[in-house]
Nanobody, 123 residues
């Protein structure tokens, strides 16, 4: 089975930086996209950043609230996606979830979710 394991969350002061990592493990045939979502208490889960690779064309998209501050990147060889978060604000506080749209070997394409990692930004 495919598993997504996140790391890098924690407590940081406003204006600081964190880098989240998410590694997809298992026997994977291909990865169409990986991304980060977040959910704050009482709010719906929202897209933070996503990196898509289809037909050799790579594209990224970001939530308006994080543009210019967050950067998503991917290490294809390691099936790992990163989220570099700079200039963090208290409103960035949430549980961050890794997501992958991938094809396991011998199984249909599907979306997978990590367990979530807490990011807390103090003022």
């Amino acid at each position: 089975q495919v598993q997504l394991v996140e790391s890098g969350g924690g407590l940081v002061q406003a204006g600081g930086s964190l880098r989240l990592s998410c590694a997809a493990s298992g026997r994977i045939l291909s990865v169409n996209a990986m991304g980060w979502y977040r959910q704050a208490p009482g709010k719906q889960r929202e897209l933070v950043a996503r990196i898509v690779s289809i037909g050799g064309i790579v594209s990224t998209n970001y939530a308006d609230s994080v543009k210019g501050r967050f950067t998503i990147s991917r290490d294809n060889a390691k099936n790992t996606v990163y989220l570099q978060m700079n200039s963090l604000k208290p409103e960035d506080t949430a549980v961050y979830y890794c997501n992958a749209d991938l094809v396991p070997i011998g199984w249909p394409r599907n979306n997978y979710w990590g367990q979530g990692t807490q990011v807390t930004v103090s003022s």
